[in-house]
């Protein structure tokens, strides 16, 4: 049985920790706020950019001259995982449920005979791969510094990824990231970049005159789309950039609401057996005086 | 004073500007046009530039885009920018740093690069004469 200082240290202590996991609560809520808002006026460029590409994609469905960016090389025998991840842990299961998201498939890909690489945005998805995958592991694009990460840093992975596409490095590319549902669900997703895969949008759909009108394309509509391909990679990143932010941020909110529940059940059990043992010593000391007196 | 039509300029970031506009000049990739109420269905790229704004209450607005897609719908217009700035924002430097960095993408790339890379410097080159026009 500890003694009653122990007690009393360790009750201190677990109270220290729960004004942190409180503080970090309210950071990530701070945080969370931001983040969405960030989220919300991006949506607007990338549900355009969807409309725009569904549009002039659907004028080119079947045609040959489909750039290799949509129609794909051919052959699907390199791929290349993009793993967005947070920088900060203490976020739940956040970063190993990408994680293991993008391992469970580079080990289905690995088994088919696949030539596989990877390219982590952000440290703790690298932390997490590098001890199974140290050889196909191919960089790590990290924004520790960057306060608030923006479209320039997505293109920044665009470039590189563009760049290895054009050299030839690899067929598919599938980015994993984190879609935001809510501050307690947060879906780990899979998105194929490369070739492109355009989807159709509801309301793009149901909206026949939108889809009717008569577009006059200026260059050809196969130049705007080979414009276009490129264009479209960034803004996917970005939007799930921006999405991990929301979910690694809800993530860390649930987290720490968790750990500061649990810190006020420690303190609440510490303090009744602190309370208990404090009882019984004080009655031990009244039994000994009393037997004392009563010797006399 | 001419008809308004909805214009919204997006970039990745953010929405720059939406509201009604009365006239709108956009460096497209084939050349200059400008769009008017009911202009046809419409759609292009866009390189590096001044776009030129009159709102329908008659405020004026010049920003630089650079890299991005014109769509003319019927329902209104949307400049999509990769990259939009006030005019009165705009940093010059930082045209510049980009302009030295693409001179030396041309020089150390050959063959089919090499040509992308030269068309990149002509087009930064094209705004920046663009911008210093503007100014003066």
Known sequence: MASLKELRNRIASVKAT???TKAMQMVAAAKLRKAQVAAEAARPYSERMAKVMANISAGMEGSDS????????GSDQNHLLVVATAERGLCGGFNSSIARLARDQARDLLAQGKQLKILCVGKKGFDALKMEFSGILLDVVTFREIKNVGFAQANQVATQVLSMFDDAEFDVCTLFYSEFQSIISQIPTSQQLIPANVVVADDVASD???VDVHYEYEPSEEEILEDLLPRNIPVQIFRAILENAASEQGARMSAMDNA?????????KLTLSFNRQRQAQITKELIEIISGAEAL | MSEAFSFELVSPEALVLGGEASEVVVPGSEGYFTVLAKHSPFMTTVKPGIVDVKMSDGEAKRIFVRGGFADVSPDGFTLLAEQATMLEDFNMEELDQDIQAARDDVKDSDGEKK?????VLAQLEDSKAAVEAARN
């Open chain 1, 18 to 20: 729960q004004k942190i």
């Open chain 1, 260 to 268: 500061t529940r649990n810190a006020g059940e420690v303190i609440d």
């Open chain 1, 208 to 210: 026949a005159d939108a």
């Open chain 2, 115 to 119: 040509a992308k890379a030269e068309a």
């Open chain 1, 66 to 73: 489909a750039p290799k960016l949509m129609a794909g090389t």
